[in-house]
């Protein structure tokens, strides 16, 4: 079973994590008889935290409670409030993830902590367009690696841009295989455009129920 770790801190950019921890969480179009995943709010303190939207939070358990493995997954949603040394222990366990080959999915603010620890020094990466990486992260050296698209997935890394949150919760989605590539597919068109084929489509690819 994979262990999905939302890291949740003051000004969480609500709309950033919506798509993947709605699909993951809620098991709706897995694959048939895929394992459920477990999902966790983690932060550095049981204190609640308000999102960027208002919604109030209160972790489900602590940074240190954190469970390092292959079937461990970390999401660390953007947010204005990163540059707090506080958060530097999340950021010591994501270099943690990607040593072991867990998965590290960062998005829009997220992805300077990254940067600001070294670890998008060496691998492909994106973040909110060339040159802010470099705006707010003054030791970035991963200029050669950057690439300029909404999401991009480098095996266990997964970084995106503040307008890319539906193309990484499809590249989080797939790397985890607990769709079906035809249901990710109709899921994303659908999603992506709004018309009403891609739903059908979508509805056609679920397995079927149990005969009565």
Known sequence: ?????????????????GHVISELNSGRFFKKDEERVSLKTVSYSK????????????????TDDIVVSETSVLLLPGADTWNDPKHSAIIEKASEFLLLGATVCAICG??????????????????????????????????????????????NLITASSTGALLWAKQIIEHLGVFQSDTLESW???????????????????PSGDEN
């Not at 935290?49 to 972790?59: A, H, Q, S, Y």
């Not at 994303?188 to 679920?206: N, R």
Request: glycine content about 8%; aromatic content about 16%; overall charge negative.
């Open 188 to 206: 994303y068109e659908y999603f992506s455009t709004g018309e009403p084929e891609h739903f059908f489509a979508l509805m056609q690819t679920l």
């Open 47 to 62: 204190e609640p935290i308000n999102t960027m939207g208002g919604m109030t939070i209160v972790p489900d358990c602590l």
């Open 110 to 155: 997220a992805t300077v902590a990254l940067a600001n620890f070294g670890l998008l020094d060496k691998r492909p990466h994106t973040s909110n367009g060339p040159g802010f990486l470099e705006m707010f992260s003054p030791g970035y050296k991963g200029q050669n690696f950057y690439i300029d698209q909404p999401s991009v997935a480098d095996n």
């Open 1 to 17: 079973m994979f262990t999905i770790y939302v890291y949740v801190l003051d000004t969480l950019a609500d709309w950033e994590p």
